[in-house]
Nanobody, 114 residues
Framework: QVQLVESGGGLVQAGGSLRLSCAAS????????MGWYRQGPGNQRELVAT???????TYGDSVKGRFTASTDNAKNTMYLEMNSLKPEDSAVYYC????????WGRGTQVTVSA
């Protein structure tokens, strides 16, 4: 069974940085794409970054230039480096991975104080 476990969330001041991790229970080669999404209070879940095998990485407009997604295939772990954080980045951040099925982690809370 595929499991995705996020970690690294927390409370940070505006302008600060955090790095999120997503550990998968299976090899990344199992997936055609992986990504990060977030959902703030009262908002719909939105794309943060998606990594498509053989294509590249796409970022949501609101995080371009500030967030960087990457993977460590040897560790089956995906990362999201978040810099210049803003209060509007506060949300639950979810890890996603896809092959013929879409898998989701339980999320990690990120809170950015003004």
């Amino acid at each position: 069974q595929v499991q995705l476990v996020e970690s690294g969330g927390g409370l940070v001041q505006a302008g600060g940085s955090l790095r999120l991790s997503c550990a998968a229970s299976v090899s990344f080669s199992s997936f055609s794409s992986m990504g990060w999404y977030r959902q703030g209070p009262g908002n719909q879940r939105e794309l943060v970054a998606t990594i498509i095998r053989g294509v590249g990485i796409t970022y949501g407009d609101s995080v371009k230039g500030r967030f960087t997604a990457s993977t460590d295939n040897a560790k089956n772990t995906m990362y999201l480096e978040m810099n210049s954080l803003k209060p509007e980045d506060s949300a639950v951040y979810y890890c996603n991975a896809n092959n013929f099925v879409s898998y989701w982690g339980r999320g990690t809370q990120v809170t950015v104080s003004a």
